[in-house]
């Protein structure tokens, strides 16, 4: 099937929508925590978090046009925290869930059921359900011309991971704790980690790792 | 286990970038198609593609620092066009094989045994054996000034899918054609989308769709 950008253009908006978001491919489940300016804990699920670097270690976020209330931004712009908690197949309901209209005065913790948790004392509320959190200070942020989309970073000060996830070369095995992935706007994926390539040069097709702790 | 900014600048770098590149959970995997100035077809595996909106259609890549030679950047500068193709368990070993350091003149399509296909007369290469195919032309560029990264914004043109992925309401089955995502730099995972959630509302968890063809 060939859709081509006219066609695109006359889509209805919800199915172009629909369209769109799942084209791109699998996309992370994250929680983005937050305080509000009177101290209430506040509670999103993004699709949008973006790697942007190691080193500085930086994350993205994609918000969308600030037309309507965005509690998380007006949060981290005020405050200068965030937290990153990613979701796993236990809390996945609960998490969508945080995408309801709730009153700015309504934490989506109370409301979802997921339980607020702090580390030190980092001034944002974490998901003490996930089995990664991640404590940003906001850095600056870009704002796209072409949509009013607006592509936040912030900078990792503190992480805290189950213990069960730490494969022996720094990296995380995510499935061992089920993370999850979203598909568009209403999708929830379990992927499985089925191999991982060894890096990769010109004169062969890349072989699986295939040395214990490394495989998965 | 509890890592803190200082633990994570004290890292040996290959360490650290295994823990950063997983922290943000699961990545789409496409592999971005563009054409030499000389005319040689150019193949390379990104997992860094975003969907920055809907209306316009546009996405956006990210690229590492310009420290060195990158071919896909510079040929879609060069020419202003350049295609996205999922990555299918079918090609992942391929796909994963674009990332060598072939030289310039030398075309990923030949070396790893992907085939170059066509759509029209769209001026880059798509991927034959992906089942998801983006024709994009190049919009803008945004330097990020903290790590020297670029985001570049590509505006569909025209979408080419397997009739199998299409869903009534627009979204895309991305596991009917075992689409993959990636973990980290070297991890390959084959997602299965177990539910899709209805619509959140504040006074109720949110349900399983549990019509027919919505359900996944």
């Known amino acids: 099937m060939k859709i081509t950008r006219s066609d695109l253009d006359k889509m209805p908006s919800r199915y172009r929508a629909g369209l ?10 994250n929680l983005i925590g937050s305080f509000s ?9 993004f699709n949008s978090l973006i790697h942007m670097g190691s080193q500085p270690p930086l994350l993205g976020l994609l918000f969308r046009p600030l037309t309507v209330r965005r509690d998380t931004y007006a949060n981290i712009k005020a405050n200068g925290y965030f937290t ?9 309901k609960e998490a969508h869930h945080t995408a309801a209209k709730f009153e700015e005065e309504e934490s989506e913790f109370e409301k979802t059921g997921l339980t607020a948790s702090y580390i030190g004392n980092f001034p944002a509320p974490f ?13 600056s942020e870009y704002p796209i011309k072409e949509n009013g989309t607006i592509l936040m970073l912030g900078a990792i000060e503190i992480v805290e991971i189950n213990d069960s996830l ?24 379990l992927p499985e980690i089925m191999d991982r390539l060894e890096y990769a040069q010109p ?3 890349p072989n699986s ?8």
């Open 127 to 139: 998901v003490e359900e996930s089995p990664i959190k991640i404590g940003c200070s906001y850095q």
């Open 20 to 29: 769109m978001n799942t084209l791109s491919g699998y996309k992370p489940a």
């Open 166 to 189: 730490l494969r022996t070369d720094g990296s995380l095995a995510l499935d061992k704790e089920q993370v999850i992935a979203t598909v568009g706007l209403d999708g929830y994926a």
């Open 84 to 92: 990153v908690n990613a979701v796993s197949l236990s809390i996945y």
């Open 37 to 45: 300016e009177s101290g209430v804990t506040n509670l999103a699920i």
């Open 203 to 205: 004169g062969h097709k």
């Open 209 to 216: 790792m295939n040395h214990g702790t490394q495989k998965k």
